[in-house]
């Protein structure tokens, strides 16, 4: 339909030609008004587009059988479409002129049955006629009057079917939302108005169903003492009831019940499990739906469950007593419950099963208040009918039936009790397969995903905690012969399936796959027996599942049996396997076994895919590979007693079939029988899964290399084999001219070097070598395979033990040249496993004169590089040379590099911070030698000017020592002892710098001020007071300066308010005399004695605020209150430091004066 509109809307000018067929081409646009949004919209513009390019009369005379269609269609757009389709259905409406309104006014065409059901009850209607319209009032008609009423009956039937495909359609909120996954989208959109009906019209009925023929019944006295009394029964009754139950006789009735119920089950589905979905999301049912039908529709969902629960138990109890009433019959039984709930989860709309998980949760709950016992409640006849009902739902022919089957089964499973699972477990999985069998290759109904849950929840009941031994053993017996059954089932996923529930089976009874096999080996036996005898025969799916289940048998350890290579069968299948691989495959899918059958649907008869013949002959390797092991071990030792007496004619000899359809095989296989001996034949059986390796395509030599590696574990490979396939491959490689190893060709080198590395010889690295060479000349040319091959061949010389470090050189400098192309590859990594073989080789090659770039640290920086990094560390020559501007000469002497000594130091610094970076200790402990030149760089004149802040900025200018003083600081972390590297890296508060510096000043604040001892902070202080006394020019040193400002001063004020002043300042208080130890008197007896210092703005204004520091915290270091009139030496220095603060005016002393009001901006 979606095609017709598109092709009505771009083939316009040609509607004229098709004006009499319009009546059969509109049918479409009809159904599309009454479709989803989306199609209505695109109907709408068909529509229009029609009515605009065909004459004005089409509509009326040529469109009679869609019309009333048609403007029911346009009616319904208008008054329930969304804001998009309003406008385009009243401009449609309006285009209609002349006779075309003459629809307007004609009656719309009612379908009707004039037969009536006499099985239900019906409403009589009576619609009186008017006069139509167009009778004017002279007609002589018009004083006639209407004519009689028109009457009708309404079945009741017919009303709650109605009433039931309401409730079933969605709420429609938006109309870009969708709410049912429904395969058959409602054609209408049912208002809540038209829904609150529908529920009262199916609650009536429901109800009606309850009423007793006898209303006083419920008034009897006896009635309440009479059920105690039956319910005391069914407690103490330990009988299992047969299935046989009361079931009402008026099949009519009971569909009509069964309708309404359905119904009532579809509204409980919206109004609450949509409700916690549209809460959770963009909308809230709330908006539009009642919350008083909401608890109306939930008491009656309970009730009608409960009741229909309690009514379903009892009469099970009176169909077993015997009890009967004349008019028994004619009553609705409480198992119709079953039905219903069945007719739920077999929906197609898969959401609504989820009210008939809910109803099942009633159920049991009904069922435990009634019984009293859990474990007799879950055994009781009516839990049971619905588990084997639940079971029957996974045979049926729809997938959301099975896929509501499924669901119920989940449900069941987490509630039934242990015995009830066992003793269904078969009947259990078997629907379970049925299901994975059917629904393979259904896209996206979750019904294989639904069943595959329930098998795992199966097991965990059977084999639960707890479990007698005889039970588990029982379950485990019948799930490995349901199992073994199905290993060679056409369905791929029951297959694996299959295949984990043995394995898991195994793992819970502590058992090997083989001992648990073992009482099926028989079966299993037979299983291969007809496989060997049909293989010629099977088609290509079944030859796969075949060959799995070969290859699942034969590669069991310990082995389950052994393969009969004497056998005829065997000899048959053998030789079948060695025409698959030996043929290429468009010869292989002309056999007539490989083709569609005519019986297959249409949509199969494309023929095979390339994705299944892949997965075919992954299957075959594995078949080969298996057989190989096989023989491996029966060829070792003698099978039978014949064999121990004539080894000699021990031999593998093919066997003719004598049979029409082997005839090709056998020609095959006898042609070829002279060939074959044991040895041989294992020869064959390797060299033909070695052939994969050299496939063209990589899913199959990716799964020969995983197989072949697999079996390297169980059986030594056949190196001489391996390196007989090498060698044609080898004359691809190496030569005088280049030839390029394609993509495919280096995956086998890479595939058969990992298997093999003894296969690779000083012969193959040198021609690999001679290949090489040409690689940095293809700048220009190279290609993404070639880039793909030098990869492969990269990861492969990684592994090889015969390569050496010839190839250092070659691959690093071609991959960085390659390195703009190479921005999706990884080629670090493989590149590094390579050079870290040879870390010494490595370093030589990247200090050298046109090695030492970014991209060489870059390399050396990698996580995997740590062995190149190491060869660093041992040997600080490199990074000391390298910060002096000097590389490495091809003849190991060192010289002066012709690059600039900026982006030399650059370069070295960069190489010393990344290397620092990956080992923390060496940085910190074992770069002593290293760390000092970096300092001696730092305080040295010419790199200071070097690195001047100026107007333009370089890397080098902004990076150097921002590295240099990182380096500095990581040693200093682990040194904090080494006073004169902080003073040194104190240089970067003077801002000469244009480099970020912020890590240094965190350090600072974050680690020195809060964390340091205060041993630490006075042995700070007094650096700097040495430094005065070493030298006196101290006093004009900007650099001790901001080291009071940012570091010393900082931590003095932290450990002040935190400590005990004595502590901090180092002795008790004794102003009057000097002592070294005293922070304040060793302050003012050797640095702030202005006779000694001639002092510089900044450091009187930096001594200030120090001065400031003591007197505000350590009065009673500074002065002795007991000499009231008599100011101590250190009272006498601080006083004239600190004047400011106490003098009333500041006329004295202009200049110091001038910068202490400053003192906030330090």
């Known amino acids: 339909m979606l095609v017709y509109l598109l092709l009505i809307e771009t083939s316009f000018f040609r509607l004229s030609a098709l004006l009499p067929f319009l009546p059969l081409l509109m049918d479409p646009l009809v159904c599309a008004l009454n479709g989803s949004p989306p199609i209505v919209s695109q109907g709408l513009r068909t529509l229009e587009l029609c009515v605009d390019n065909l004459q004005p009369e089409y509509l009326y005379e040529h469109m009679t059988p869609v019309r009333a269609q048609l403007m029911h269609g346009l009616w319904k757009a208008l008054s329930d479409g969304d804001a998009g389709t309003h406008p385009r259905a009243f401009k449609i409406l309006c285009k209609f002129g002349g006779s075309n309104r003459k629809m307007l006014s004609d009656p719309q065409e009612l379908i009707y049955n004039s037969k009536v ?14 006069l139509p319209t167009a009778i004017a009032p002279d007609d002589p008609r018009f004083s006639e009057g209407g004519s009689d009423p028109l009457r009708c009956s309404l079945s009741v039937r017919e009303l709650v079917a109605s009433a039931l495909e309401n409730l079933r359609s969605p709420f429609i909120l938006d109309p870009s939302v969708t709410v049912c996954a429904s395969p058959m989208q409602p054609s209408t959109r049912i208002g809540y108005s038209l829904r609150r009906h529908s529920f009262i019209l199916v609650r009536s009925v429901i109800l009606c169903s309850f009423m007793p023929r006898n209303p006083n019944l419920l008034q009897n006295s006896l009635l309440k003492e009479r059920l105690l009394s039956e319910l005391e029964g069914i407690r103490n009754d330990a009988r299992s009831y047969a299935h046989n139950t009361f079931k009402c006789s008026d099949s009519e009735s009971r569909l009509l019940y069964i309708d309404a119920l359905q119904g009532l089950f579809c509204l409980f589905f919206f109004l609450y499990f949509l409700d916690l979905t549209f809460d959770s999301g963009y909308f809230n049912l709330d908006a539009f739906v009642s919350r008083d039908l909401k608890d109306e529709a939930a008491d009656l969902f309970n009730s009608v469950i409960r009741q229909l629960t309690i009514q379903a138990v009892f009469e099970h109890r009176a169909e077993e007593r015997g009890l009967k009433k004349i008019d028994f019959d004619e009553c609705m039984d409480g198992s119709v419950l079953v039905d ?24 049991k709950e009904t069922l435990m208040t009634l019984y009293g016992v859990a474990g007799k409640a879950l055994q009781s006849p009516l839990f049971r009918e619905l588990f084997y009902k639940c079971i029957s739902l996974c045979y049926t022919d729809a997938w959301y039936a099975r896929l509501g089957g499924c669901s119920a089964i989940n449900y069941l499973l987490t509630v039934a009790t242990q015995d009830m699972i066992i003793e269904n477990a078969k009947e259990i999985l078997s629907a379970l397969f049925e299901v994975i069998v059917g629904l393979s290759d259904e896209v996206s109904s979750s019904a294989v995903d639904m069943s595959i849950s329930a098998l795992g929840k199966l097991l965990e009941a059977c084999f639960a905690s707890g479990s007698n031994q005889l039970d588990k053993s029982f379950v485990a017996e019948t799930f490995v012969y349901q199992a073994v059954k199905h290993l060679a089932a056409p369905s791929s996923v029951l297959r694996n399936e299959c295949r984990k529930l043995l394995s898991k089976i195994a793992s819970l009874m502590e058992v090997s796959l083989s001992e648990l096999l073992v009482p099926q080996k028989s079966t299993i036996q037979g299983e291969l027996q007809s496989g060997y005898a049909d293989f010629v025969r099977l088609s290509l799916f079944h030859q796969s599942a075949f060959l799995e289940f070969f290859e699942f048998v034969y590669s069991l350890e310990p082995p389950l049996m052994a393969f009969s290579f004497n056998g005829a069968l065997e000899s048959r299948f053998i030789n079948e396997l060695f025409f698959i691989c030996d043929t290429d495959d468009s010869v292989l899918l002309k056999k007539n076994n490989y083709q569609p059958s005519r019986f297959v649907e249409v949509s199969a008869l494309g023929g095979i895919s390339d994705a299944s013949l892949v997965l075919f002959k992954q299957a075959v390797l594995k078949a080969v590979l298996a057989c190989y092991v096989s023989s491996y071990s029966y060829f070792s030792v003698p099978r039978v007693l014949e064999e121990e007496k004539n080894p000699d004619t021990a031999t593998w000899e093919p066997v003719a079939i004598k049979t029409e359809e082997g005839t090709e095989a056998n020609n095959r296989l006898m042609s070829s029988s002279s060939d074959f001996d044991h040895s041989n034949l294992q ?26 590696k697999e079996l390297a574990l169980k059986i030594p490979l056949r190196t001489n084999l391996i390196r007989s396939h090498l060698s044609s491959i080898l004359t691809l490689v190496g030569g005088d001219t280049y030839r390029p190893i394609s993509k495919n060709v280096a995956s086998q080198l890479q595939y058969y070097a990992k298997l093999d590395f003894n296969a690779f010889d000083e012969d193959f690295i040198a021609r690999l070598e001679s290949h090489m060479r040409f690689w940095p000349d293809l700048l220009q040319d190279v290609t993404v395979d070639d880039i793909s091959s030098a990869l492969k061949i990269l990861e492969m010389l990684a592994e090889i033990p015969a390569a050496g470090p010839q190839f250092i050189e070659v691959l690093t400098v071609t991959f960085a040249h390659w390195d703009t192309l190479l921005n999706s590859l990884n080629w670090r990594s493989p590149l590094l496993k390579y050079l870290v073989r040879y870390p010494l080789e490595t370093v030589r090659f990247f200090v050298l004169e046109e090695c030492v770039t970014d991209e060489g640290i870059q390399i050396i920086k990698h996580k995997d590089a740590s062995r190149i990094r190491e060869v660093l560390m041992a040997d600080s020559t490199y990074f000391l040379h390298l910060l002096h501007g000097e590389t490495l000469r091809r003849d190991n002497s060192w010289s002066k590099s012709v690059l600039h000594l900026c982006d030399m130091e650059l370069l070295a610094l960069k190489l010393i911070a990344s290397v620092g970076e990956s080992h923390l200790n060496w940085a910190s402990r074992g770069s002593v030698d290293v760390v000092k030149t970096v300092q001696a760089l ?11 802040a100026k107007d333009f900025i370089e890397e080098p200018r902004f990076e150097v020592p921002k590295l240099a003083a990182l380096i500095m600081l990581r040693y200093f972390r682990a040194n904090i002892d080494d006073l004169g590297l902080l003073y040194d890296l104190c240089f970067v508060f003077l801002n000469q710098f244009t480099s970020d510096f912020s890590f240094f000043r965190i350090f600072v604040e974050e680690q020195i001020i809060p964390v340091y001892s205060i041993e630490w902070r006075q042995n700070a202080l007094k650096y700097v007071v040495r430094k005065f006394e070493e030298d006196p020019s101290s006093a004009h040193n900007e650099n001790i300066v901001k080291m009071l400002q940012y570091v010393i001063i900082p931590c003095l004020h932290y450990a002040f308010e935190r400590y005990d002043v004595d502590l901090v300042v180092g002795t008790p208080p004794n102003p009057d005399v000097p002592d070294d130890k005293n922070l304040i008197s060793l302050m003012c007896h050797k640095v702030m004695n202005r006779s000694k210092f001639q002092m510089s703005d900044s450091m009187l204004i930096a001594l200030f605020q120090l001065g400031c520091l003591f007197v505000s915290n350590c009065p009673a270091h500074i002065h002795n209150f007991a000499q009231k009139y008599v100011a101590s030496f250190v009272g006498f220095e601080l006083y004239i430091y600190t004047w400011p603060l106490h003098a009333k005016s500041h006329k004295c002393e202009p200049r110091p004066l001038r910068f202490f009001s400053f003192f906030g901006h330090l």
Do not use: G
């Open 117 to 130: 059901s006499p099985f239900y009850p019906a409403f009589e209607l009576t619609f009186l006629r008017t």
């Open 340 to 363: 219903v709930l069945m007719k739920v989860f077999a929906d197609p709309c898969k959401e609504v099963s989820d009210s008939a998980v809910q109803a099942l949760s009633l159920v």
């Open 683 to 708: 020869d064959q059986l390797f060299t033909t899964a070695l052939k994969f390796i050299s496939n063209h395509n990589s899913k199959l030599q990716e799964t020969a290399y995983s197989a072949l």
């Open 938 to 948: 730092w305080t040295d004149k010419d790199f200071r000017s070097r690195y001047t």
